[in-house]
């Protein structure tokens, strides 16, 4: 068990210090590069700079997580992607509302990274050790039907508010890029916070401008390219 203990702490530190700390740098591409995923910013930007969404947020990813770890011995990828960041975010935004000194603060991210990092991995491992495997099985069958309601339709319903709250432009592109989305792959999510990052940049720039361009097209081309490996043209 103590060794168990500590390599969950050095790999949680480790881990969610660099995850956290490249999510945070990734708010200022393209000037400096980070490595992040691109879902994980839009996330980020959805909660808006509330403690109380990102924690939120998070927290409904790590019964997930928990169920998985439980039951199969493995950590989801929601863990690093998901839970560490926003909860990172929480912890620093309760002391400062300010999401450019502290969500955007790459330093800042790191430590409150490392720290959630490694209490989330010593006690979701340290959970998985101790419970019996009977317990393990029902967490299972009870806690997974349970993630999928929250993943869809619950997650989905939420970003979509959130994009309509955020504007006229970004709500449309929201509503058509979600649509396409879950037509497509069957979840909502990814295509809502894409529509978010068109609906805000084009409000900025607007559609002239080649950043908002070179968004759309790409998005255009991603989403076409996943429906034709997906099959999808062929349904028709």
């Known amino acids: 068990m103590l060794e168990i203990i500590i390599y969950s702490a050095i790999i949680g530190i480790i881990g969610g210090g660099c995850i956290a700390a490249g999510a945070a740098r990734m708010f200022h591409a393209p000037e400096i590069q980070a490595m992040g995923a691109f879902r994980t910013l839009g996330e980020l930007n959805a909660c808006n700079g509330d403690p109380i969404a990102h924690f939120s947020f998070g927290l409904g990813f790590f019964f ?17 992607h998901r839970i560490v960041p926003n909860w990172s975010a929480a912890i620093l935004l309760v002391k400062n509302p300010k999401p450019e000194e502290t969500l955007q603060n790459p330093r800042k991210m790191m430590l409150a990274g490392a720290v959630v990092g490694g209490v989330l991995l010593v006690f979701l491992n340290t959970m998985a050790r101790l419970i019996p495997e009977k317990l393990s099985l029902i967490a299972s069958e009870v806690l997974t039907p349970a993630t999928g309601w929250l993943l869809n339709p619950v997650m989905p319903a939420i970003f979509w508010l959130a994009a309509i709250d955020a504007g006229k432009v970004t709500g449309l592109w929201g509503t058509i890029l979600g649509g396409v989305s879950a037509l497509i792959t069957g979840n909502a999510v990814p295509g809502i916070v894409l529509g978010i990052l068109i609906g805000k940049s084009a409000e900025e720039n607007g559609y002239k401008s080649k950043i908002v361009q070179v968004l759309i097209a790409i998005v255009v081309v991603m989403f076409i390219a996943i429906a034709y490996f997906r099959g999808f043209f062929g349904n028709f």
């Open 64 to 80: 997930s997580a928990a169920a998985s770890t439980v039951a199969a011995g493995a950590l989801s990828q929601d863990v690093m």
